[in-house]
């Protein structure tokens, strides 16, 4: 039966102060293998820092000058826990082996000085190991993938055909109430019902809920069917979103600087939804920071699933959302609680993103404050429902 392992498809790290050992390690196995050798437990732990998605195994000798080889390999299973970690002990050695294996800092161990035979048979096994996981792991990504885009689609149209029905039925009750409201305002202030602030939160309940109406009905139009025929470029895309807020902005004393770079690639998009997006995502900004805030916006090219893409950035100093609500919101799996306020509203950038084939981040910034994500390919696909 033929082999089908890539044994280079990934690297092995072999840390040894003795220079002998290395050249003979990499001399011995640089033909199966790709190799990187490091003769300290801190330049081993460079390596892994900067090539750590290459690597599936290392090995590391325990006695070495500095920093030992249980440190090098616990550092490594904080950094990359999916690495294999294999120590090289004398057998004077045994304790530290013992206590390596029981704290889960390695994966096993081999005596020293290794037998060539005995270690290309364990290399052989632990790569196959660890290439079966890998695949194992990269196929249930995509299987996670495809239920997570069916998920989101089933929702969205779900929300269309609830959209649908309901708006006829509320606008016409939104009707009478408006025209109500008009009959109260035009008998003056002597009627009884005339209270100002109650009309004008009622008027501002009404406008929430048609809006909130047709952006339902705009996220779902169409969905099976996506043309992507505007082509946008996005500093000036979202300079004018900017420019339309700006009262709003100065109002609350919110300063917005945009870094995009303007000799960034266009983005093909759906025009009215891509506009949306953002006029959703700034509202709720604007609903969410106290006055005084600041919003900074960064964008680069990027990937996406291979594909060519932009990343923006938008970044603010306000208080972070809590985790719970931010997981329910942009997890299509997540059932447990209740969204806020801005819930719909990031829920429905989360589907207008998804119909741009795109994905949409956020996390709490170090420093405090929340950083929204969104990668948008260049040229989005057309989202296979069924």
Known sequence: MENSFDYKKFAIVYVDDEEMSLKYFARTFGETYRIFTASNARDGLKIIQERGDEIAILLSDQRMPGEKGVWLLEQTRKLQPRILRVLITAFT????????????????????????TQLELELKQAMEFFLVQQER???LKERSALLRERMIANRIGSLGLVAAGLSQHIRNSMVAVKTFLDLVEEQGPSNSLNDPDMVRNV?????????LLTDLRLVSADHEHAAFPDEVRLQPALADILTALQPTLATRRIEVENRIPENLPALHVDQPKFKRLFELLFKDELAMLPAGSGITLTAAEATLDGRPALALTLAD??????????NLVLDPFATRGKPSEYGINLMICLFIVHHHTGTIEVSAAPGGGNIFTIRLPLQPEKIAVG
């Not at 008027?203 to 809006?211: F, K």
């Not at 100093?317 to 931010?326: E, K, R, S, V, W």
């Open 93 to 116: 050695d045994m304790d530290a082996a013992i206590a390596a294996i029981n704290s889960g800092a390695i994966f096993k161990y081999v005596s020293k000085p290794w037998d060539r």
């Open 137 to 139: 792991e990269e196929l």
């Open 203 to 211: 008027r501002a309940d009404i406008t929430n809920v048609v809006g």
């Open 317 to 326: 100093n306000g208080p972070a959302l809590p985790q719970d609500t931010l």
